[in-house]
């Protein structure tokens, strides 16, 4: 028999959006649940490249870039809080990481883009250094014949994603949320200042909701009179064979994991909701790779895997609020691993008070209406 269940706050879709949520909720004494599908489910979360990246974000929207360095800046203080609260280790280190050019072509137009990054009015202020070929040698010593230079962020970092996750849901369940598997949300009621989500499992009850489900928000927003715009965005990765320590600082396209082995990634695709791996794109990858650091090239592959990024049209999160049903929130990006620290340290806290930020509303996806109104 289908049952009923009441809670302050539903949290739509487990993946890292979702579960970093729902802990920050538990953390500010709400009674949480978090609702998401089975294993069917497409997760970005289960196959992502585990960057917290700064250096490149914001290109077009400064305040984006702002926001990334503030998650980024509170990263060492969510793993610490999270190894204190379920013992987890999730790896967090920021070394400080690089971007790597294959040709001088390459280097100036790297140059030229964080340049016109850092000249935008309202831009936050962050250090980055765009270095040749031996200023990059001196940092990594391993790097190829044809690597002609780079830019380096002593900002960026990375972690260990499938043990955030599971430090995630670990932490957010020890306070008490209630994590709702095979509940695939099929409908969102607006009723008496509440809300009523059906699924094949039974309804469950909410006075407020987070829609936290990847791409699945496009779907489920407009039910409560938002609206969540993404497209499924293919990356695919490969992982190699453990090997000894050689990168002490992650590359955007190669890093060296806590455990050893090297990721290698990750392809940018326009393939609608296929996260089949393609030969050819893990082939070009693991070339480029082998390119800046020669040692790949003698490594096996074990492992390569296909997930889908949750993309808007300019890139940028959509994090908005519901005018017509109160209560109801949305909140989706495609860094969710970089902004993981803001989504439970600094979005959760504003959810659970019922309110976003002001300093938020340039993420609202009202940004999109901007070039309808233009034509009309
Ligand atoms: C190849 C690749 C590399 C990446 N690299 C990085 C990186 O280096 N650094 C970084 O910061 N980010 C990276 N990302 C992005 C990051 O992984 C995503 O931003 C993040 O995982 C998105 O999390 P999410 O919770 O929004 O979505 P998802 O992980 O997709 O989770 C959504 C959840 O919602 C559930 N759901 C959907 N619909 C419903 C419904 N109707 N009812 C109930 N549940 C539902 C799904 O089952 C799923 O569990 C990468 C992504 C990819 C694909």
Redesign the pocket.
């Known amino acids: 028999m289908a049952r009923r269940r009441d809670y302050d706050m539903a949290v739509?879709?487990?993946?890292?959006?979702?579960?970093a949520i729902g802990w920050g909720l538990a953390r500010a004494g709400q009674r949480v649940a978090v609702?998401?599908?089975?294993d069917v489910?497409?997760?970005?979360?289960?196959?992502?490249?585990?960057?917290?990246?700064v250096q490149s974000k914001g290109l077009g929207m400064p305040e984006y870039a702002a926001w990334t360095r503030r998650s980024s800046d509170r990263w060492a203080e969510l793993a610490q809080l999270l190894k204190d609260e379920t013992g987890l280790d999730v790896a967090f280190t920021r070394s400080g990481g690089f971007h790597l050019c294959l040709s001088e072509a390459e280097l100036e137009r790297r140059a030229q883009m964080l340049m016109r990054l850092h000249n935008q009015p309202r831009m936050v202020n962050y250090p980055y250094e765009m270095l040749e070929r031996e200023g990059v040698r001196n940092m990594l010593p391993e790097i190829g014949p044809e690597v002609v230079g780079g830019s380096y962020c002593p900002l960026d970092g990375?972690c260990n994603?499938l043990r955030l996750l599971r430090a995630l849901h670990t932490a957010m369940q020890a306070r008490g949320a209630a994590y709702l598997a095979n509940?695939?949300?099929?409908g969102i009621d607006y009723r008496g200042g509440g809300f009523r989500l059906a699924?094949a499992a039974g309804e469950v009850r909410a006075g407020k909701i987070v829609l936290?489900?990847?791409?699945?928000?496009a779907?489920?927003a407009p039910m409560v009179r938002l609206s969540a715009p993404v497209r499924p965005?293919?990356?695919?990765?490969v992982v190699t064979e453990r090997v000894r320590p050689f990168l002490a600082h992650p590359v955007v396209t190669v890093r060296q994991t806590d455990e050893g082995s090297v990721m290698l990634?990750?392809?940018v695709e326009e393939a609608g909701w296929d996260d089949t791996v393609g030969n050819g794109v893990i082939a070009a990858i693991a070339d480029r790779a082998a390119r800046m650091f020669p040692l790949l090239g003698r490594l096996n592959i074990v492992r390569s895997w296909?997930?889908?990024?949750?993309m808007t049209a300019d890139g940028f999160p959509i994090y908005d609020q519901s005018d017509d049903c109160p209560g109801a929130f949305v909140?989706?990006?495609?860094?969710?691993?970089?902004?993981?620290a803001n989504h439970a340290l600094e979005l959760a806290p504003m959810i659970a008070a019922g309110r976003l930020h002001p300093a938020l509303d340039v993420f609202s996806a009202r940004r999109f209406d901007v070039p309808k109104a233009g034509r009309a």
């Open positions: 739509i879709g487990g993946g890292l959006l979702g579960s609702l998401d599908e089975g489910a497409y997760r970005a979360s289960r196959g992502n490249f585990a960057l917290v990246w990375h994603s509940h695939i949300v099929q699924t936290a489900a990847g791409n699945g928000n779907r489920l965005q293919r990356g695919q990765i990634g990750d392809s296909a997930a889908l990024r949750v909140a989706t990006c495609h860094s969710g691993v970089t902004l993981a």
